[in-house]
């Protein structure tokens, strides 16, 4: 899997995302946004989603109102005391999710997240692994439906700094 990860404020940032979608033509491809940067993520084989997300401390509000708000679907082992790093371990697994569902929040919620197993699971069988990069600022996570290891991603910085 390749991995790339582009500073959206870089003057390049067109033309290094337009260079790339030759590249990989036919790959199974998957795209995120947030404040200041995009990833892509491809892959040969596996379907593949990816989530990223600037941190920033959340109140607990805000927290609590994300584990109510998604209680369609359940949340494997919930903390007793919520940290910012399991709230968006938690978000950027249920987004990529979704994406690898290709249904967005329309996705079929029978599903449980496992944080600390790193994989989603459907009818107590895993039907998708995860994997998470912090690049400082940010918490990037690869969900596929095909399990895969760290050393199998292959992370580009385009233009990024930090």
């Known amino acids: 899997m390749n991995v790339h990860l582009f500073n959206t404020a870089s003057s390049s940032f067109i033309k290094d995302l337009n260079a790339l979608s030759t590249v990989y033509e036919n790959h199974n491809a998957s795209k995120t946004y947030t404040k200041g940067?995009?990833?892509l993520c491809v892959s040969k084989t596996a379907r593949i989603g990816i989530d990223i997300e600037q941190k920033k401390t959340r109140s607990p509000e805000t927290i609590q109102h994300f584990i109510?708000?998604?209680s369609t679907?359940?949340?494997k082992d919930v903390p007793c005391q919520i940290s910012n790093e399991w709230f968006y371990r938690t978000w950027t697994a249920m987004e990529s999710y979704f994406k690898l569902e290709g249904k967005g929040f329309s996705t079929c919620k029978n599903f449980v997240i496992d944080t600390e197993q790193q994989s989603i699971w459907r009818d107590g069988k895993k039907v998708a692994w995860l994997e998470y990069f912090d690049t400082g600022d940010f918490l990037l996570c690869i969900c596929s439906n095909v399990k895969f290891l760290r050393q199998d991603v292959q992370l580009n910085y385009h233009d990024w700094e930090g």
Request: proline fraction near 0%; glycine fraction near 0%.
């Open 37 to 39: 940067a995009m990833a």
């Open 68 to 70: 109510k708000k998604f």
């Open 73 to 75: 679907f359940q949340i």
